[in-house]
């Protein structure tokens, strides 16, 4: 180089950039499945010499690499991150992602591209990828030029996480991925912050809450994240107010409120949170969605007031208009209305005996009946003997069907997201995707993942992916040879089911063949011991446990209504 040339720039490329990026965002990993537009995004990943560069972890279906990016979004807050091809590897994103997007799990989703002057045309692998998942996320592009994938990332990522957080995608081109780079990445995205409300509304939320003769909170999805919890506790504290979760709001009440605990509601209009919410004067719902439990079902026939306070601003409907709205931070508005209620404000001796009663209700609900070997295991009694196995800080993921209305109604749960249940979509095979990102987040003690015979099977084939791994999860599977939660509501409405059977899976073998273990429980009496068992055995990798569920009582799930909610 002579004197006064300038100085040489050492070229990097699109996908060097984006990985830049993504160390940037402090991003641990990335899901999914290699293919030829994305080849040079996961050859950097592989082999940067970066020790903060994301670890990339590959999946055996780009859907359940979806499902483990969205649950890394709701278990830590911060977007997960999924990568695959281009074609199929896109499309097979979008159950995952809707579901994301749905029950506000932050995911960023990076989709291969044809090159650009191949889009619109009939060539190999070539779909309108940021089209096709426009409607599955927040905000769906396609990069134009290299220059851009940073801002890009950067954009992706704030918008997942920003309320309502969701999924968004970026349709990378190959030749865009591939192409020079020569601006500087983004730096890392601060948190938008929103305000508390303003003293005017905090005042106006005291007055209603002082005059109500039975305030009740209802926590939703957003109630979950750990400073609204905190800030939840902290107000139970200055005032015991009886709180209902739904069932993204589990673990919102720690054991030691348990006082105020009152159940969790979705689904069926028929338990005890439901008859406190009819008829609470004043339902103050927090961080609450509608996805969630629709207010057409539990806000029907009542006179009450409600106020919503929120992050994101509420949808009206004809069956949810809030007498306020409060759309400000959560936490903090909580933590200004602990401040101002007054020291010697309670609920009058009458409603704390009311109060009483029903929590003693509750817990009188979760008892097992005789065991009875010849129709299965009845359900209370899984729950029973799994909620002896666990602790405060076990992560449980739950699977869609007859189980989960079960767990989500009587398996206690003390701390914010670590029962995981699909309640917007219903999305059958999330429990498994789900118990690995907890099992990298949390890592230390065995995570638990819940499925039916019918799901289990959607996302098991990442149980390949769990053994590479050496994850300490424990799969328990009900088994019953009908997709149930289908069936029961069928007889329910017809006095029979169709459509609904399917055939027999030895799920040891299988768990074996994977290079996991296998138990079986055959009898009632092995519930525990085979629980114990297969807790120590995770301590080496993933371990199935096969139960047999006696579903008999199923009915109740939907006809076993208070007389008070009675339609």
């Given at each position: 180089?002579?004197?006064?040339?300038?100085?040489?720039?050492?070229?990097?490329?699109?996908?060097?950039?984006?990985?830049?990026?993504?160390?940037?965002?402090?991003?641990?990993?990335?899901?999914?499945?290699?293919?030829?537009?994305?080849?040079?995004l996961?050859?950097?990943?592989?082999?940067?010499?970066?020790?903060?560069?994301?670890?990339?972890?590959?999946?055996?279906?780009?859907?359940?690499?979806?499902?483990?990016?969205?649950?890394?979004?709701?278990?830590?807050?911060?977007?997960?991150?999924?990568?695959?091809?281009?074609?199929?590897?896109?499309?097979?994103?979008?159950?995952?992602?809707?579901?994301?997007?749905?029950?506000?799990?932050?995911?960023?989703?990076?989709?291969?591209?044809?090159?650009?002057?191949?889009?619109?045309?009939?060539?190999?692998?070539?779909?309108?990828?940021?089209?096709?998942?426009?409607?599955?996320?927040k905000?769906?592009i396609?990069v134009?030029?290299?220059?851009?994938?940073?801002?890009?990332?950067?954009?992706?990522?704030?918008?997942?996480?920003?309320?309502?957080?969701?999924a968004?995608?970026?349709?990378?081109p190959?030749?865009?991925?591939?192409?020079?780079?020569?601006?500087?990445?983004?730096?890392?995205?601060?948190?938008?912050?929103?305000?508390?409300?303003?003293s005017?509304?905090?005042?106006?939320?005291?007055?209603?809450?002082?005059?109500?003769?039975?305030?009740?909170?209802?926590?939703?999805?957003?109630?979950?994240?750990?400073?609204?919890?905190?800030?939840?506790r902290?107000?139970?504290?200055?005032?015991?107010?009886?709180?209902?979760?739904?069932?993204?709001?589990?673990?919102?009440?720690?054991?030691?409120?348990?006082?105020?605990?009152?159940?969790?509601v979705?689904?069926?209009?028929?338990?005890?949170?439901?008859?406190?919410?009819?008829?609470?004067?004043?339902?103050?719902?927090?961080?609450?969605?509608?996805?969630?439990?629709?207010?057409?079902?539990?806000?029907?026939?009542?006179?009450?007031?409600?106020?919503?306070?929120?992050?994101?601003?509420?949808?009206?409907?004809?069956?949810?208009?809030?007498?306020?709205?409060?759309?400000?931070?959560?936490?903090?508005?909580?933590?200004?209305?602990?401040?101002?209620?007054?020291?010697?404000?309670?609920?009058?001796?009458?409603?704390?005996?009311?109060?009483?009663?029903?929590?003693?209700?509750?817990?009188?609900?979760?008892?097992?009946p005789?065991?009875?070997?010849?129709?299965?295991?009845?359900p209370?009694?899984?729950?029973?003997?799994?909620?002896?196995q666990?602790?405060?800080?076990?992560?449980?993921?739950?699977?869609?069907?007859?189980?989960?209305?079960?767990?989500?109604?009587?398996?206690?749960?003390?701390?914010?997201?670590?029962?995981?249940?699909?309640?917007?979509?219903q999305?059958?095979?999330?429990?498994?995707?789900?118990?690995?990102?907890?099992?990298?987040?949390?890592?230390?003690?065995?995570?638990?993942?819940?499925?039916?015979?019918?799901?289990?099977?959607?996302?098991?084939?990442?149980?390949?992916?769990?053994?590479?791994?050496?994850?300490?999860?424990?799969?328990?599977?009900?088994?019953?040879?009908?997709?149930?939660?289908?069936?029961?509501?069928?007889?329910?409405?017809?006095?029979?089911?169709?459509?609904?059977?399917?055939?027999?899976?030895?799920?040891?073998?299988y768990?074996?063949?994977?290079?996991?273990?296998?138990?079986?429980?055959?009898?009632?009496?092995d519930?525990?011991?085979?629980?114990?068992?297969a807790?120590?055995t995770?301590?080496?990798?993933?371990?199935?446990?096969?139960?047999?569920?006696?579903?008999?009582?199923?009915?109740?799930?939907?006809?076993?209504?208070?007389?008070?909610?009675?339609?």
């Amino acid at each position: 180089m002579k004197t006064g040339d300038p100085p040489m720039t050492k070229t990097k490329t699109g996908a060097q950039a984006l990985i830049q990026s993504m160390i940037n965002q402090g991003i641990k990993y990335v899901f999914g499945i290699p293919g030829a537009k994305v080849d040079q995004l996961f050859e950097g990943l592989e082999y940067s010499k970066d020790p903060r560069a994301p670890k990339v972890i590959v999946t055996r279906h780009e859907q359940n690499a979806a499902l483990i990016a969205s649950g890394i979004g709701r278990i830590t807050g911060e977007p997960g991150v999924v990568a695959t091809t281009s074609g199929p590897g896109v499309s097979n994103l979008t159950t995952s992602l809707i579901t994301a997007t749905a029950e506000g799990d932050p995911v960023v989703a990076l989709g291969g591209q044809v090159p650009q002057d191949d889009i619109g045309r009939l060539t190999h692998q070539s779909i309108p990828s940021k089209e096709l998942l426009s409607s599955a996320t927040k905000s769906s592009i396609e990069v134009q030029n290299a220059n851009s994938l940073s801002e890009a990332f950067a954009n992706a990522y704030q918008t997942a996480r920003a309320p309502k957080a969701g999924a968004t995608f970026i349709s990378l081109p190959q030749n865009v991925l591939n192409g020079e780079v020569d601006r500087p990445e983004i730096k890392a995205v601060p948190t938008i912050d929103q305000g508390v409300a303003d003293s005017a509304t905090i005042s106006a939320l005291v007055d209603k809450m002082t005059h109500a003769k039975l305030p009740v909170i209802l926590a939703g999805m957003r109630a979950s994240a750990s400073d609204v919890t905190t800030a939840i506790r902290e107000l139970l504290g200055h005032a015991e107010i009886p709180v209902v979760e739904t069932f993204q709001g589990a673990g919102v009440v720690s054991r030691d409120l348990v006082r105020n605990y009152f159940g969790r509601v979705g689904l069926f209009r028929n338990q005890i949170g439901d008859n406190l919410l009819k008829e609470s004067d004043l339902v103050i719902t927090v961080g609450y969605d509608p996805v969630e439990y629709e207010a057409r079902i539990w806000n029907a026939d009542r006179t009450g007031e409600v106020v919503s306070l929120d992050s994101v601003a509420p949808e009206i409907t004809t069956d949810y208009q809030p007498e306020l709205v409060i759309h400000a931070d959560i936490a903090k508005t909580l933590h200004a209305l602990g401040q101002a209620l007054p020291s010697d404000w309670a609920l009058s001796s009458e409603v704390q005996a009311e109060l009483t009663d029903l929590g003693d209700k509750l817990a009188a609900q979760a008892e097992a009946p005789t065991p009875d070997d010849d129709h299965g295991i009845h359900p209370l009694a899984i729950i029973q003997a799994l909620q002896a196995q666990v602790n405060d800080e076990t992560t449980v993921t739950v699977d869609v069907g007859s189980f989960y209305i079960w767990m989500a109604r009587y398996f206690r749960s003390y701390q914010p997201r670590h029962l995981l249940f699909s309640n917007g979509m219903q999305t059958l095979g999330v429990a498994f995707p789900w118990a690995i990102a907890a099992a990298l987040e949390r890592p230390g003690q065995p995570i638990v993942s819940v499925a039916g015979d019918g799901g289990f099977l959607f996302s098991s084939q990442e149980l390949e992916t769990a053994v590479r791994l050496n994850l300490p999860i424990v799969q328990i599977i009900w088994t019953d040879g009908y997709y149930d939660m289908v069936r029961f509501q069928e007889i329910a409405k017809y006095g029979h089911d169709a459509a609904v059977t399917f055939g027999p899976v030895d799920y040891v073998k299988y768990a074996e063949s994977f290079g996991a273990t296998g138990l079986r429980v055959d009898h009632a009496a092995d519930l525990a011991s085979t629980l114990s068992e297969a807790f120590t055995t995770a301590a080496n990798g993933p371990v199935v446990v096969e139960i047999p569920v006696d579903y008999r009582d199923n009915l109740q799930l939907k006809s076993l209504l208070l007389e008070d909610v009675l339609s």
